[in-house]
């Protein structure tokens, strides 16, 4: 790996840094204007849905300019989102845009990986990316948790700049601006991302034309043989792994007895896992036997169901390891085959931002679903054992369509072997 790739990884960690402890932030703060619990999951809801609303465009704008640039212009939109909060506009709305920025984000940040490494080493990369991910997410979410407690904001708000007025006098706005800080970080890291030498022919700017152009790569990922499968457990497990967030949360308040600073902690521990599974599968896993791990999905969903039966911290803690790193040993080489399949097929910035729409539209869905339960204050074992089983029920068709696809191939191939037999 070259200088340019542990920038980027650096860029991408205090980015991500960010976002975690600004999720947690949002949702110290829905608490205090004691907003209704179905609440919670849908300030999620509202950061993927630009996602799903932009995904025809961010593909183009990511391809338009340098990777490096576009990864600025959208970290300063999240800088902007989270400053809003300073303000008091809604948390919802302010971790909107948040979404709006991180969507266009995404596109760069992973097309960048195939412009500048071979196929060969984009597992390894994805492990990299995604390991250096998560432990953001665990330290983002430990961050969250302690700038929510009122200790925490205690101590920072004894800090003060001479002679200038900050106006952070609250102890929301204390974890705010730590985080917006952050931000700026990662922006820093931004300008020193190298300009790989890639170029794109030149991206349409009609609207009409680029939806159209979506729809076609849309349509050409959905129809090859290994990016459907890859593309269909990818978006299976984003929204998993998002509605698993909260119902970490929900669940360490109902059966661990946690504050939320504390509960925070737990989807740390879910992160360890991952980055655990993303390092083991980096090293063990080639991209020719990527689709092997699949059987690891269905493994997953069964080993979520036996947080019903939890009640102690130290039984939460290595149980919530296993699901992560199941997760993660599965996905990254999943992520991996995906990219490449999307790169041979299409530009970078077009096939994640195809990637980024059905892995977000999949949140979109499940969080929704999920919101409903608890607006009808279905019991949370129940909700458990329900999403249990559809990860790991999902993850056996996937498989079986695999299964299918092999079948097909192999059918094709001996249909031609006799052509030519008959042939000669």
Not at 153 to 158: D, E, M, S
Request: aromatic share 8%.
């Amino acid at each position: 790996m070259n200088r340019g790739f542990y920038t980027i990884m650096a860029a991408q960690f205090f980015s991500s840094l960010a976002d975690n402890a600004l999720l947690i932030a949002a949702i110290a703060l829905l608490a205090r204007m004691q907003a209704p619990g179905w609440m919670t999951p849908v300030l999620k809801l509202f950061f993927v849905l630009s996602y799903v609303l932009l995904a025809a465009f961010v593909g183009a704008f990511s391809d338009a300019l340098p990777k490096g640039r576009v990864m600025f212009i959208t970290n300063m939109i999240k800088v902007v989102g989270c400053a809003l909060l300073f303000f008091n506009v809604h948390p919802l709305l302010a971790y909107a845009v948040v979404g709006f920025g991180a969507a266009a984000y995404s596109p760069a940040k992973y097309g960048i990986l195939t412009e500048l490494l071979p196929a060969e080493k984009l597992v390894a990369a994805n492990g990299w990316i995604e390991g250096l991910t998560v432990s953001s997410i665990i330290l983002g979410t430990v961050m969250g948790g302690a700038l929510v407690d009122e200790h925490t904001a205690a101590l920072l708000l004894q800090f003060d700049l001479p002679l200038i007025d900050t106006g952070v006098n609250t102890p929301h706005k204390a974890a705010l601006s730590v985080i917006v800080v952050t931000y700026l970080l990662a922006a820093l890291f931004n300008l020193h991302i190298p300009d790989t030498g890639a170029h794109y022919a030149h991206q349409q700017r009609n609207p009409i034309k680029l939806i159209a152009d979506f729809a076609h790569c849309y349509s050409m990922l959905w129809k090859d043989k290994l990016g459907q499968i890859s593309l269909a457990v990818t978006t299976l497990f984003w929204g998993a792994g998002a509605t698993l967030q909260f119902i970490v949360l929900e669940w360490a308040k109902h059966s661990l007895n946690m504050p939320l600073h504390k509960a925070a902690n737990l989807q740390g521990i879910v992160a360890l896992g991952v980055a655990l599974g993303a390092v083991a599968a980096a090293r063990l896993v080639p991209l020719k036997k990527s689709l092997s791990v699949m059987p690891l999905g269905i493994a997953m969903g069964l080993v979520v169901m036996a947080m019903t039966m939890v009640h102690t911290v130290w039984l939460a803690y290595p149980l919530l390891v296993l699901v992560g790193a199941l997760s993660g040993y599965f996905v990254v080489p999943m992520n991996a085959l995906l990219q490449h399949r999307g790169h041979v097929l299409m530009s970078a910035g077009h096939s994640i931002a195809v990637q980024n729409f059905n892995e977000n539209l999949s949140i979109l869905t499940m969080l929704a679903l999920y919101a409903v339960m608890v607006s009808l204050n279905l019991n949370l074992n129940i909700v458990i054992v329900m999403f249990g089983l559809f990860v790991a029920g999902m993850m056996y068709l996937v498989m079986r369509q695999h299964a299918a696809n092999q079948r097909e191939h192999d059918s094709l191939a001996l249909i031609g072997e006799h052509k030519h037999e008959s042939l000669i």
